[in-house]
């Protein structure tokens, strides 16, 4: 489906710094029950998650400062176009490069507008969980103010209320495969993200991210939090993995 936007696919980042990304490499396609592309960039840096009869929505990326986290791809009709709707909403251009743009949000947070190529089968539920959410934390003088920027870049979109009211979730149109939330923190800190997985069974799932060389770092109301075998931190999420909600309570 097309939006008013042009959005016609989206990606989740893995960013991790360059000195670990085979650890990072290797325990995401095992997560997510994929095979690694042919590395792209003038450093290797790029890969994308291949899973068998879909289309991919996760790709790794290798940074060179800093301790990475997460980050969106939108892959549009008309990148141009996307740019500079994103641009009058406030986002600030870091980047151009040949046919593809690095953006800044309001808050800081780093996103960027791709062409779009044709991508349109979602991968599986994978073990009981899928890949579904990147989680965009943000300090509370900024984010009344996020969460107007990416209302208004994602018209098509639904906006909802969290289960807590420091949640704000961006579900996009049927058939994308990720989804935005946006955390706001306690304290004020640079505007970062994370991936969140939602999980039908988080005791199993810890389980089986433990086994691939994970660590739970600490355990929340409806989540746990682990950091992966290159040391970037993720969520273990408590929602349908089908739908991307809570589930009904009976």
């Not at 579900?171 to 304290?187: C, F, N, S, T």
């Amino acid at each position: 489906m097309s939006t008013p936007a042009g959005i016609r696919w989206t990606y989740a980042f893995v960013d991790r710094p360059l000195g670990v990304l085979d650890p990072a490499r290797t325990f995401w396609t095992a997560v997510t029950d994929t095979r690694l592309s042919e590395p792209r960039g003038g450093e290797g840096e790029f890969v994308t998650l291949l899973p068998e009869g879909a289309d991919p929505c996760v790709k790794v990326q290798g940074v060179g400062s800093g301790p990475g986290g997460a980050h969106l791809d939108f892959s549009v009709e008309d990148v141009p176009a996307f740019v500079a709707s994103a641009l009058a909403l406030g986002a600030e251009t870091v980047a151009e490069h040949d046919g593809w743009t690095v953006l800044r949000s309001p808050a800081g947070q780093l996103f960027c507008a791709v062409p779009w190529h044709g991508e349109s089968v979602r991968p599986p539920v994978v073990a009981g969980t899928r890949l579904d959410q990147v989680s965009l934390d943000i300090g509370p003088a900024s984010y009344d103010g996020e969460v107007a920027f990416w209302g208004a870049l994602l018209p098509d979109w639904t906006a909802l209320s969290g289960a807590l009211p420091e949640f704000h979730v961006v579900k996009p149109p049927a058939g994308l495969p990720i989804r935005i939330l946006l955390q706001r923190l306690d304290e004020e800190r640079p505007a970062s993200a994370h991936l969140d997985l939602a999980c039908a069974d988080i005791p199993a799932t810890t389980t089986r991210h433990e086994r691939l060389g994970a660590t739970v770092v600490s355990h929340g109301r409806h989540w746990t939090v682990m950091r992966d075998p290159a040391g970037g931190t993720y969520c273990l999420t408590g929602r349908d993995p089908e739908t991307g909600g809570l589930p009904s309570r009976s």
